[in-house]
């Protein structure tokens, strides 16, 4: 963390950016473990969606303390830097990993319909898109990420451990699913994607006002 810091103005002194950024590691490892808490793999994601969340966490907008504390002090031109050097490595794929059990025939109907259609609240794609890829910048893309990493952030959700400024509507949506339709959702996603696509602008109306996004 302290290297992190440090690197505003001692840049020239830490040596490459890789090394400065030696603290992101830390958390964001490139490897499953990262996914199985609440720090994703964050590379080969669009640039200017990492941008936008180290804005939001750097502003206040996106509610971690760590991540809060940690940008503070970083100009924008220091996490468009960031931002872009995630975004030029590989993509990390943990879809169909192991800890994505295979779903029975009535568990993928329901998945596949809470994702594309919704029940009780908006469905998945009405806001992560059709190829739920987001769009690149405010929304993120769900690709990628393992059934124990979505699973987590549905339930963090769902208790207020994660939250966003109001109105916070990923935890609407959270609080519409049962804990066994939260389940069925994550493993659906980790195991719905085939060939990547590059994410779309979603040109729809958002089904429920998200302070994110504002």
Not at 161 to 190: F, Y
Request: glycine content about 8%; some cysteine; aromatic content about 6%.
């Amino acid at each position: 963390m302290c290297l992190l810091w440090s690197s505003c103005t001692l840049a020239g002194d830490l040596g490459d950016l890789k090394q400065r950024l030696a603290a992101c590691e830390s958390c964001h490892k490139h490897t499953d473990n990262a996914q199985q808490s609440y720090a994703p793999s964050i590379s080969g994601k669009p640039v200017e969606y990492l941008y936008q969340q180290l804005l939001n966490y750097r502003d206040g907008r996106r509610l971690n303390s760590s991540m809060n504390t940690m940008l503070t002090y970083l100009s924008d031109d220091y996490l468009h830097e960031i931002a872009s050097y995630y975004s030029e490595l590989p993509e990390t794929d943990f879809t169909g990993e192991s800890d994505a059990r295979k779903l029975s025939s009535a568990e993928a109907i329901t998945g596949k319909e809470l994702v594309h259609t919704g029940a009780t609240g908006p469905a998945c794609s009405t806001c992560h898109g059709s190829d739920l890829r987001g769009d690149g910048v405010a929304i993120p893309s769900l690709r990628g990420l393992s059934a124990k990493y979505i699973a987590a952030q549905l339930g963090a959700w769902r208790t207020g451990t994660r939250h966003a400024l109001a109105p916070d509507c990923m935890k609407e949506v959270a609080t519409m699913l049962t804990g066994d339709e939260l389940n069925v959702v994550s493993q659906w996603i980790a195991h719905a994607f085939e060939e990547a696509s590059t994410p779309q602008a979603i040109d729809v109306e958002m089904p429920l006002p998200c302070g994110a996004l504002q």
